[in-house]
T-cell receptor, first 116, second 116 residues
């Protein structure tokens, strides 16, 4: 079974600063995907960024980037130039690669507050 | 596209009553997932379907929970009888197995269930 651990229940950052959210995972799978989801107060789940395990290059989406360390089973999210709208819960998630679609396994989340 | 549709958005009921949650996946998606979110347990999978067939229901808490997917455009999650510990936000998500959107899950807005 896969597990995902987010060790920071809460974090805060000043507007325009950079913040890094940590995530580690445990799996015996060799082929999988990793995700960061954002959940604002509206509770809508929004995909922020995705990383395929077979890709060595770290994924980047505008102000969001990841540091994927496969050997260490680490997958951190860096948010640059933080904005007030980034205030939300952030969930790290794992998905096994299979011939069909498979479920997400989530960490417990990190609550991020961006302070003006 | 309207995205994943869930109804109702909010449900308040009394212990012992039957509750039915509904989900309409994105047209053309062949996988559907039911997740539950609580403060204590975070986001966890209840059950998922591929091509309308239940694949894994190991996350369903007990016999009081049942889920069906009679066709590709509709699924229900039923709790009978409901208990206060079932209070949570229930998310439905769907995904396609084809093309560039493979493995991304699109979430509905969730149903907040309160059992008194």
């Amino acid at each position: 079974a896969q597990t995902v651990t987010q060790s920071q229940p809460e974090m805060s950052v000043q507007e325009a600063e950079t913040v890094t959210l940590s995530c580690t995972y445990d799996t015996s799978e060799s082929n999988y995907y990793l995700f960061w989801y954002k959940q604002p107060p509206s509770r809508q789940m929004i995909l922020v960024i995705r990383q395929e395990a077979y890709k060595q290059q770290n994924a980047t989406e505008n102000r969001f980037s990841v540091n994927f360390q496969k050997a260490a089973k680490s997958f951190s999210l860096k948010i640059s130039d933080s904005q007030l709208g980034d205030t939300a819960m952030y969930f790290c998630a794992f998905m096994k690669h299979d011939s069909g679609n498979t479920p997400l396994v989530f960490g417990k989340g990190t609550r991020l507050s961006v302070i003006a | 596209d309207a995205g994943v549709i869930q109804s109702p958005r909010h449900e308040v009921t009394e212990m012992g009553q039957e509750v039915t949650l509904r989900c309409k996946p994105i047209s053309g998606h062949n996988s559907l997932f039911w997740y539950r979110q609580t403060m204590m347990r975070g986001l966890e999978l209840l059950i998922y379907f591929n091509n309308n067939v239940p694949i894994d229901d190991s996350g369903m808490p007990e016999d009081r929970f049942s889920a069906k997917m009679p066709n590709a455009s509709f699924s229900t999650l039923k709790i009978q009888p409901s208990e206060p510990r079932d209070s949570a936000v229930y998310f439905c998500a769907s995904s396609s197995g084809a093309g560039a959107l493979y493995n991304e899950q699109f979430f509905g807005p969730g149903t907040r269930l309160t059992v008194l």
